[in-house]
């Protein structure tokens, strides 16, 4: 880098002009991380669900149940490695805006069908012979504060009156899988048939189970769905990915909007970065027209400028994803509960760089050819 | 002595190249403002016009959703005699509806997405009173006939009048359109409750809400009075308006959050763009400036100058930025309703209030990526501004 002295000092010429375009930088990258975090918490379930789990629903909708009965005879069909069920309990601990998930699980299968969700097994053993105890995910418990010992009241909503049903803590689950669904609580299924009105008993939300090979699951589903057909309970038997992307679209089209929001902004900062460097260059076009009359060629001037722009692109990149690092889990806590977990990625990390240094080449390219291209003669004749 | 306007016009020209990086820059930022206002204020308008003042929606005692409400026939038995509940002759008017989801094929995508069905009582347009059928017939009771909102009729591919349907193991047919003017009840699909019921094989005698409509909006505080004291009566009543006001309170404090978030990071970005558009304006033209200063005009004068024509710059970019977002106006949209795990249809809505907020936005980054570098401008000194080459 023989001159890297040269490059630097032309980038400090004028500071205040480097600080405001580092910072347009800094901002845009700051947003698309911002963007890309969002995108990623509602796409996730897809991308981590497992390849091998069954999610059997009510054919009419979610939230329509299906018979207990039905476990016994799915658990014979060929394939089938084992079956768990749960219900949805819906209730509200505090207030309505402390939302998450709360599942009534079936404890005997729970952890064959989620291995990745992992609960210490002291704590597994005192759950069990817990009639009132809970398993909760650790996000949860961090934003909630609790900690195992402690007593939960949650009241229950939708299942006839409602009542205050109380729960001790017993464990804490972490997932294995990176950005594994934290935020659920889990309780006893016996517990949730023994407290709900008469009409809900014997009905289970849905059930998910396992196959002894992923490759079946198109041939599993199948067997399921015509099992049922022309039953009360119709069933739809999808794979855990599918019923995840049946999820995240019913939400509309977020992944449009986001893409149109980042293409916006990327565009206003290839100007910027553009008309930034076409200034530059236009300020010292005598400086490099002396350059070339003393014998510099076409080549080291359009490296110059080409240097100084993704000079500018790679610091503003860096500072503004390092300010997404700092920014993401502020965010996140303060929209738990409307939104699924935020994680900055390496992946989203890595790809807001590339694009910085992209949009930092693309802006100097232009006025870097042109100053390139230039005739010695005229451009020194210019005041 | 103020310098003349016509001036920043033509150095603005002059400068062409910056000036649209500044303009699109604030155009851009305006636009993505807009664009997300609107968005939060059209799930809000669905459903809050979806609410009359005068009607009264009546959930079991606890139940935050219809989904989750249980109103006994025997309740609503009750219900219909208290005072303040209003009466067509002598019968009273009470719509005591039934909800359950089915999915139904989505026409842009082709997969199902959920629908709410609403089984209603027959005199239920003489009780939601903003619902017309403008096509085909209302539902006959007793029969399994459909009407369709306007706006599931749009979503989904089927629910044409003449169709049959298949859902909840029945077979319906569509016998008519009806326009709520909008609100949620235009993603929904009607038929009669006891029809409803009969197909889903529910016992006749259980409800998910009642909804009554009421002799005046006044008559409302009367009602819930006489509701909540009665001991037979384990039940909340909420004016239908509140309630839908409530459900969409969660999607669009999401939707603001995010674009006010997204907003904010696009306009210091779009700061930075006004800001160096005018730093470089101010040191192109020093030589400008001292004549200027040489000739008398004084330095708040040169700073009102540079401000007006950063302004100028912003208001550009704010019409540019309203301009080209107005198209998405009415442009409908749908999202999942979290209190419903229904398909919910809504449009961007763009109001004149919302646009002055984008010009005024747009004019707010104007003077702070303008103020400093107008002041750069006037306190250069004039002998070394002159000598400038």
Request: hydrophobic content about 50%.
């Amino acid at each position: 880098m023989k001159f890297g002295s040269l490059i630097f000092a032309n980038l400090f010429r004028k500071k205040m002009r480097l600080v405001l375009t580092v910072g347009s930088f800094a901002v845009a990258l700051c947003l698309f991380a911002f963007l890309a975090v969002v995108k990623s918490a509602f796409s996730r379930g897809v991308e981590i669900a497992g390849a091998d789990r069954l999610v059997i629903i009510n054919r009419i909708s979610l939230i329509n149940p299906l018979p207990l009965s039905y476990r016994d005879r799915i658990l014979q069909i060929p394939g089938v490695k084992v079956v768990t069920h749960d219900n949805w309990f819906g209730g509200v601990y505090q207030e309505e805006k402390n939302f998450f998930p709360q599942f009534a699980i079936d404890v005997e299968n729970q952890r064959q069908v989620y291995p990745e969700l992992v609960v210490p097994d002291d704590h597994w053993q005192v759950f069990l012979k817990d009639r009132e105890g809970a398993v909760v995910g650790a996000r949860t418990a961090d934003r909630f504060g609790w900690k195992i010992g402690d007593r939960i009241p949650i009241k229950s909503a939708g299942y006839g009156p409602s009542t205050t049903w109380e729960f001790n803590i017993d464990g804490i689950y972490h997932s294995t899988k990176a950005g594994g669904d934290e935020s659920q609580f889990w309780f006893q299924w016996d517990r949730f048939e023994e407290g709900v009105p008469q009409t809900f008993k014997g009905n289970v939300g849905w059930y998910v189970l396992r196959l002894d090979n992923p490759d079946d699951a198109v041939r599993v589903a199948k067997t399921i769905d015509d099992m049922f057909a022309n039953s009360s309970y119709e069933t739809k038997t999808e794979t855990e990915s599918a019923f995840e992307a049946g999820w995240a679209k019913a939400f509309g089209n977020i992944e449009f909007l986001i893409l149109t929001i980042g293409s916006v902004v990327f565009f206003t900062l290839l100007l910027v970065t553009g008309n930034t460097m076409a200034i530059s260059v236009r300020e010292r076009i005598g400086e490099m027209a002396v350059l070339k009359a003393i014998g510099y060629s076409d080549r080291t001037i359009l490296f110059f400028v080409l240097a100084e722009a993704l000079i500018i692109g790679l610091f503003g990149g860096i500072l503004g994803l390092a300010f997404a690092v700092l920014a993401v889990p502020v965010l996140g806590r303060a929209l738990a509960g409307l939104l699924p977990q935020l994680i900055l990625s390496p992946q989203i990390l890595s790809l807001g760089l590339l694009a910085a240094l992209i949009v930092g080449m693309a802006g100097g390219i232009l006025p870097g050819v042109g100053a390139m291209r230039m005739r010695v003669v005229t451009a020194l004749r210019r005041v | 002595m103020a310098i003349p306007i016509i001036y920043n016009i033509r150095s603005v020209r002059a400068r062409w190249t910056s000036t649209i990086v500044a303009v699109l820059g604030i155009a851009g930022t305006v636009g993505v403002f807009v664009a997300m206002l609107a968005l939060a204020h059209g799930f809000k308008a669905t459903l809050v016009s979806s609410g009359s003042q005068d009607n009264a929606l009546v959930l079991r005692g606890g139940a935050t959703a219809e989904m989750m409400s249980f109103v006994p026939l025997d309740s609503v038995k009750i219900l219909q005699d208290e005072p303040g509940v209003a009466h067509d002759g002598s019968s009273p008017l009470i719509t005591s509806d039934v909800v359950v989801v089915a999915p139904f094929p989505l026409r842009a995508t082709g997969t199902d997405a959920n629908t709410q069905i609403r089984g209603v009582s027959s005199n239920v347009l003489q009780i939601r009173r903003n619902i017309k059928i403008v096509q085909g017939r209302m539902f006959k009771p007793g029969l399994t006939e459909l009407v369709v909102g306007k706006n599931a009729n749009r979503t989904y591919a089927g629910l044409t009048v003449g169709n049959y349907v298949n859902f909840g193991g029945g077979r319906w047919q569509v016998v008519g359109l009806f326009d709520a003017g909008g609100s949620a009840f235009d993603s929904e699909v009607w038929c009669d409750a006891r029809v409803l019921d009969d197909v889903y094989k529910r016992p006749n005698t259980v409800f998910q809400s009642a909804t009554v409509h009421l002799t005046s909006p006044q008559a409302f505080q009367q009602f819930k009075d006489a509701v909540t004291s009665d001991p037979k009566l384990n039940v909340d009543v909420t004016r239908e308006i509140d309630y839908y006001a409530k459900q969409s309170t969660m999607m669009t404090t999401l939707i603001t959050y995010l674009g006010g978030l997204v907003a904010f990071v696009m306009a210091i970005g779009a700061i930075f763009g006004a800001l160096n558009t005018m730093y470089s304006a101010v040191a192109e033209r020093g030589r400008e400036i001292g004549t200027m200063r040489a000739l008398g005009f004084g330095a708040g004068a040169v700073v009102f100058s540079f401000l007006l024509e950063a302004l100028f710059i912003a208001c550009i970019g704010g019409v540019i930025g309203c301009i080209s977002v107005l198209n998405l106006n009415g442009v409908t949209t749908s999202t999942m309703n979290m209190q419903t795990f229904s398909n919910i249809a809504f449009a961007f809505k763009i109001t004149p209030p919302l646009l002055v907020e984008g010009v005024i936005f747009a004019l707010v980054m104007g003077v702070v990526g303008g103020l400093l570098p107008a002041i750069r401008a006037a306190r250069q000194p004039v002998a070394l501004a002159l000598r400038e080459l």
